[in-house]
């Protein structure tokens, strides 16, 4: 009962909190709006699968139905995206050709084990992630099909038909989907004033020490963790609902697009809300001076941003920024709400929810050690 | 029935001793006092009282349990007013005494009937629906002393409840800090206002240097001084160039307050001293306005206690 009064005082002081609101919903909604205008040059160029062509090697003795069946696959795929295959012979050749962006990427089909390798240049672009996701699916659709085969080999005709149709399918409605400006920015802009949701949490903590009300509180019979655990959780709600505010708006108003999967698209928003309002409420209790905390928070943040897309696509920034921005999680909540958006892809979900969780656990954890001296955790 | 019960206990900050083998018994229905100069050692004191500092040695009980190993139960019995204004800006005022409330486990009727009485009793039902930054400086002050009371605490510690407001908003809180004894809370008062405590405390103990060096009644205290006589002189100019340390050179004198043009001076009644005092401002050129003498207060006792004024 004492968390869910906490819970409910957090989210009252910060819905009355105007100013902080209109910061939080006002001034995405508003850059999502002038950069998905002012870069909309930009992006209708970008994504354009006509022009991506993609080498492939086969070096497999025994295993040619798999040949013929990545053959048949990669012949409708180009029939369908407009993506060119080539056959190659020269291994190393090619993999320099793809080094110097000639080509999008290579594809390796070797064997003992059989398997299919993706060489790619960094910084590559949606046309090779579309490569990737769908050859990931062919494999997947072929492990099937030979199971069928093993089993029930009279349907593995009409099995081998609606397996690639489906791959090939979504894949079309993938390629009339192109990422415009404005939806680029929805995306980027929410997980950029997302992360400025640490300060939701960082506030629940020092505005206690700030309004001088936390000698009432701590003199109260409340224990650590029921304090804690109410602030962070009204946070997290609170974080959470100003973005869904904006998804919503850039949705309806805006007009953006938010895939068919809003229920993932929201899963990711709130781990991400998490993680960021965790950060915030540890960064509380690690660094006493408003101040100090909110240097912290303004320098890294637009730092992680930068790194994870926020202002400009990363296939547009080079290879050495591409391989730094594994260490931001801006990057890899960008890549899962673009890729379950546009592509259909839960590989970098499953990342992100990692990364996103993994840190919140770490941040609350460090929390809930330093306020158990609750004497200097709110001194 | 001991409220309070503290024995010989120490806090120590690095090598600041800052309350040292401090022993004190608050009995039930007492107003006490605690006073001292900034420093002495009472914040600490209220502090480790209310769980909110650990203490190095001794023991400290609250209604006869320890507040080490009973934690949340001793917490549960104590209301307190601290000295900052310790209210939700963003919050009614109602708001803000059912939050508080509702972290002594108040809910559902009990909880809105408490918090309700609460604000009629300071003086605030008819502000229970509005937002506390429209308030005045006393009204938050009142609206502080709500928030510590809702849940009907056995022991209330109020910390210089009165700074900063208006006569009106003062006597209101001591008439209320009156009041909610009578109905039955034991307070422990700390102000740096004399006039206030000699009006409202039944006990009172000064604390220096992390110790109570005086205990007892406002005349038991006043009594430890009855050896003593005031000279209360008032001087024509501010800052005439007076110095205390000179003037404790007289015989007799045993302890010198300046403020402003008023300079008050404790003197032994048994040295006869008063044409040396009168000497000494003539000798210096400063012209005296008026010069009164008078017993001992508390005020007196407190200087002659520990040197300095409450305000210093």
């Known amino acids: 009962m004492k968390i869910y009064r906490i819970i409910v005082k957090e989210i009252l002081k910060n819905v009355r909190d105007y100013k902080g609101n209109s910061m939080m919903v006002l001034f995405p909604i508003v850059l999502i709006t002038i950069l998905g205008v002012s870069f909309s040059g930009l992006f209708s160029g970008t994504i354009e699968f006509d022009d991506a062509k993609v080498l492939y090697k086969v070096e497999v003795e025994e295993n040619k139905a798999f040949v013929d069946a990545f053959e048949s696959f990669s012949s409708m795929l180009e029939e369908e995206t407009g993506i060119v295959f080539e056959k190659t012979e020269d291994f190393e050749g090619s993999k320099a050709r793809v080094e110097a962006k000639a080509y999008s990427a290579l594809v390796h089909i070797s064997e003992n084990p059989l398997q299919i390798s993706i060489y790619k240049n960094e910084g590559a672009g949606l046309d090779t992630t579309l490569l990737e996701n769908s050859i990931a699916s062919f494999i997947k659709s072929y492990d099937g099909i030979m199971t069928i085969a093993e089993n029930n080999p009279a349907a593995l005709g009409m099995q081998r038909l609606q397996e690639y149709e489906g791959n090939v399918q979504v894949r079309s409605l993938d390629k009339k989907r192109q990422v415009g400006s404005m939806d680029y920015y929805a995306v980027t802009m929410l997980t950029l004033i997302l992360f ?163 840190l919140a656990a770490l941040f609350i954890t460090i929390s809930a050690l330093f306020s158990r001296r609750r004497d200097r955790a709110y001194a | 029935m001991n409220i309070v019960r503290m024995d010989q206990v120490t806090k120590s900050f690095g090598d600041i001793t800052a309350v040292d083998k401090m022993s004190l018994d608050i009995e039930e229905g007492e107003i006490f006092g605690l006073l001292g100069p900034n420093g002495a050692g009472k914040s600490t004191a209220i502090n480790m009282i209310t769980g909110l500092l650990h203490f190095d040695k001794g023991s ?74 429209t308030f005045s400086g006393g009204m938050k002050r009142r ?153 001992p207060d508390l005020e007196a006792v407190f200087l002659a206690m520990t040197g300095r004024k409450l305000r210093d």
């Open chain 1, 196 to 358: 400025y949701a640490s300060l939701t949490g960082f506030w629940a903590i020092r505005g206690e020490v700030e309004q001088n009300t936390a000698p009432r509180i701590l003199c109260a019979p409340v224990s650590s963790f029921e304090l804690l655990t109410g602030k962070v959780i009204g946070s997290i709600f609170v974080s959470f609902v100003q973005g869904l505010v904006v998804l919503l708006f850039s949705k309806l108003v805006l007009k953006t697009y938010w895939g068919e999967d809003l229920l993932s698209v929201g899963l990711l928003i709130l781990s991400y809300a998490i993680m960021t309002t965790s950060l915030g409420v540890a960064l509380a209790f690690l660094i006493k001076s408003s101040e100090a905390a909110s240097g912290v928070l303004n320098a890294i943040i637009p730092i992680f941003v930068f790194l994870g897309g926020g202002y400009m696509p990363l296939s547009a920034m080079g290879s050495v920024i591409s391989t730094i921005s594994v260490i931001s999680p801006v990057k890899w909540i960008n890549s899962a709400l673009f890729g379950v958006i546009f592509d259909g892809s839960y590989s970098d979900m499953f990342v992100s929810l990692l990364v996103n969780l993994g």
């Open chain 2, 60 to 133: 400290i009980s609250v209604l006869g349990s320890d507040v080490k190993k009973e934690k949340m139960k001793t917490k549960g019995y104590i209301g307190i007013v601290p000295q900052e204004v310790a209210i939700y800006e963003e919050l009614t005022s109602l708001e803000n005494v059912k939050f508080f409330a509702s972290l002594y486990g108040l809910k559902g009727n009990e909880l809105e009937a408490a918090a309700l009485e609460a604000l009629e009793f300071t003086g605030l039902s008819e502000n229970a629906k509005k937002f506390p930054k």
């Open chain 2, 143 to 295: 609206l502080n002393i709500a928030c510590a009371i809702a849940h009907k605490p056995k022991l209330i510690i109020m910390d210089e409840p009165t700074v900063g407001i208006d006569p009106q908003s003062r006597n209101h809180i001591l008439q209320s800090v009156k009041k909610l004894n009578e109905q039955g809370s034991t307070i422990i008062y700390t102000s740096h206002y004399m006039e206030e405590v000699e009006e409202i405390c039944s006990r009172i103990a000064i604390m220096d240097h992390g110790k109570v060096i005086a205990l007892g009644t406002c005349k038991e205290l006043e009594d430890l001084i009855s050896d003593r006589n005031i000279v209360l002189i008032t001087v024509m100019d501010l800052l005439s160039g007076i110095k205390e340390d000179d003037i404790k050179q007289i015989p007799g004198v045993d302890a010198v307050e300046i403020e402003e043009n008023i300079i008050k001076i404790s003197s032994f009644r048994e040295v006869s001293n008063m044409d040396k005092i009168i000497n000494y401002f003539t000798s210096n050129g400063i012209s005296i306005k008026s010069l009164e003498s008078k017993m």
